[in-house]
């Protein structure tokens, strides 16, 4: 089974400071895509970025890029410019084309940007 | 905007009663899904369903059914509460793939307490 892994419960970074979530997959499947997902307290959750493991380029999304390594099964986010509104839970997801919608999420990492 | 709506953000019940957990979405996607969101072990899949009365088990569908019969709503039912399904419950929906993967559009959650 596919399991998706972030080894950091929580983080914390002054306001404009760039930070690095980690996330760690493993598979044996070559075909998937990998997620960050952000929820905000008392909000929805929301995608941040999306990674086709096929593409070898990193996704960016504004303040936001991932590092994809595809041989480590490393998935991780970068933040640049971090602003209050950043202040979430961020999940790590990862899918497998095979199975559809099944998202698998990682624990999650809860990120607090200081002022 | 799409907007994934559930009936309760916060909800009480006791052991052994019957729990209805109404999702509804209005963007006419095929695909729904229920997960519960518990700390340290991220979101995990309870069932989905990718057309009305069709339904698939997700890693965790014991002690839970669903019921879909319109294609907006989908319902999680706990057929007899138990203290460990006290949780966060998270619905989401997404429209047909047609070629590639559909990000998942996430309700507010509800906050159950079985007591």
């Known amino acids: 089974a596919q399991t998706v892994t972030q080894s950091q419960p929580e983080m914390s970074v002054q306001e404009a400071e760039t930070v690095t979530l980690s996330c760690t997959y493993d598979?044996?499947?070559?075909?998937?895509?990998l997620f960050w997902y952000k929820q905000p307290p008392s909000r929805q959750m929301i995608l941040v970025i999306r990674?086709?493991?096929?593409?070898?380029q990193n996704a960016t999304e504004n303040r936001f890029s991932v590092n994809f390594q595809k041989a480590a099964k490393s998935f991780s986010l970068k933040i640049s410019d971090s602003q209050l509104g950043d202040t979430a839970m961020y999940f790590c997801?990862?899918?497998?084309?095979?199975?559809?919608?099944?998202?698998?999420f990682g624990q999650g990492t809860r990120l607090t940007i200081n002022p | 905007d799409v907007k994934v709506t559930q009936s309760s953000r916060y909800l009480v019940k006791r052991t052994g009663e019957k729990v209805f957990l109404e999702c509804v979405q209005d963007m006419d996607h095929e695909n729904m899904f229920w997960y519960r969101q518990d700390p340290g072990l991220g979101l995990r899949l309870i069932y989905f369903?990718?057309?009305?009365?069709?339904?698939e088990k997700g890693d965790i569908p014991e002690g839970y059914s669903v019921s879909r019969e319109k294609k907006e709503r989908f319902s999680l039912i706990l057929e007899s509460a138990s203290t460990n399904q006290t949780s966060m419950y998270l619905c989401a929906s997404s429209p047909a793939g047609t070629g590639r993967i559909n990000e998942q559009f996430f309700g507010p959650g509800t906050r159950l307490t079985v007591l």
């Open positions: 598979t044996s499947e070559s075909n998937y895509y």
């Open positions: 997801a990862y899918l497998l084309i095979q199975e559809a919608q099944k998202l698998v």
């Open positions: 990674q086709e493991a096929y593409k070898q």
């Open positions: 369903s990718y057309d009305v009365k069709m339904k």
